[in-house]
């Protein structure tokens, strides 16, 4: 195995098929957070939504979701990747643009 090889990303695909390209944080109600590189930057992430809403006696609402390159979310548990998150009513939907998609 190479150097390249050994540091590698493996590559996570939808059900369908699509390539995951980033992770972010979403919830139906308060919407979506930052995109990030990696699952752990937006698990940190949501850690920090739930210790913010909670000092104000809420609650978040966001889960962790995995991106394919159209911006899509995508049900993340773990590394198991689930159904698309459905947009406005009810139906596949870019949840990310395609200028943060080029920020990560």
Not at 65 to 94: L, N, Q, S
Request: a negative charge; proline letters at 4%.
């Amino acid at each position: 195995m190479d150097a390249t090889t050994a540091t590698s990303t493996p590559t996570i695909t939808t059900p369908d098929g699509t390539t995951v390209v980033a992770y972010g944080t979403y919830g139906s109600v308060r919407g979506y957070g930052p995109l990030r590189a990696t699952q752990s930057e937006a698990e940190r992430d949501l850690d920090d939504d739930i210790t913010g809403c909670r000092g104000q006696g809420g609650y978040s609402d966001r889960e962790v979701v995995a991106v394919d390159a159209d911006g899509c979310c995508w049900e993340d548990d773990d590394g198991e990747i689930g159904a698309w998150v459905a947009g406005p009513g009810g139906h596949r939907a870019a949840h990310y643009s395609a200028a943060d998609l080029a920020a990560v």
